[in-house]
């Protein structure tokens, strides 16, 4: 109970340490979990105190959920992954579009996060990162693509289209007159991506 390990590791004091430096609404992700257990816990977020990506809920979001099977991260097929999504943590742009501010690891930072992230401190064996293209909440789009096209791309497209266009329903276009449909071949390739396409 009192030493810093589990659930009182030092994720608690680098969660305290961020919610004192910023008031806005933001989420946390991290590279570890805290539980002891063999296995770890999807909601550490819940346990100590801070909004993250990953959550274990029997009855979690469905358009959460819809979300995360869109993009990939979680199999239709398998129900367990709907009562226990692994979030966005690999996911990096997509954490961009989704309020992921603050990243937490124990280890080296992984090469997205050195192009993308500031090293902000450590508290003990936690370092802190801040993601430096995180969107504000309400942001917009002028294009939108057909959820069937978007369903049939590779998952890193999936990202880079996500960073252009929202993603409609095709029985639901119309009702979005304002918006232009992208085309794929609009997109850039995954190759092609750095840090100035993802700045801009």
């Known amino acids: 109970m009192s030493q810093k390990k589990a659930y009182n590791d030092y994720t608690l004091d680098a969660v305290a340490y961020v919610g004192r430096i910023d008031n806005s609404f933001f989420r946390i992700d991290k590279t570890y979990f805290s539980s002891a257990a063999w296995y770890g816990s999807f909601n550490d977020g819940l346990v100590q105190g801070y909004k993250g990506t990953s959550c274990y809920n029997p009855t979690n979001q469905l358009y959460y959920i819809h979300y995360l099977q869109l993009m990939g991260i ?10 226990e999504p692994i979030g966005l943590i690999n996911r990096p742009v997509l954490e961009s579009l989704n309020q992921v501010k603050y990243m937490l690891t ?33 942001f917009t789009y002028k294009y939108y693509i057909r959820e069937s096209a978007f369903e ?49």
Do not use: M
């Open 74 to 83: 979680s199999n239709r097929a398998y129900e367990s992954e709907s009562r």
């Open 106 to 138: 124990k280890n080296s930072a992984p090469l997205f996060w050195k192009i993308a992230c500031d090293s902000i401190t450590a508290t003990g064996d936690v370092k802190i990162f801040r993601n430096n293209f995180v969107l504000p909440l309400g």
């Open 152 to 200: 049939n791309i590779p998952n890193n497209q999936k990202d880079l289209v996500s960073l252009k266009a929202c993603v409609l329903k095709d029985n639901e276009i119309n009702k979005f007159p304002g918006l232009h449909e992208f085309e794929l071949k609009d997109t850039f390739v995954a190759s092609a991506f750095n840090a100035e396409l993802y700045r801009k």
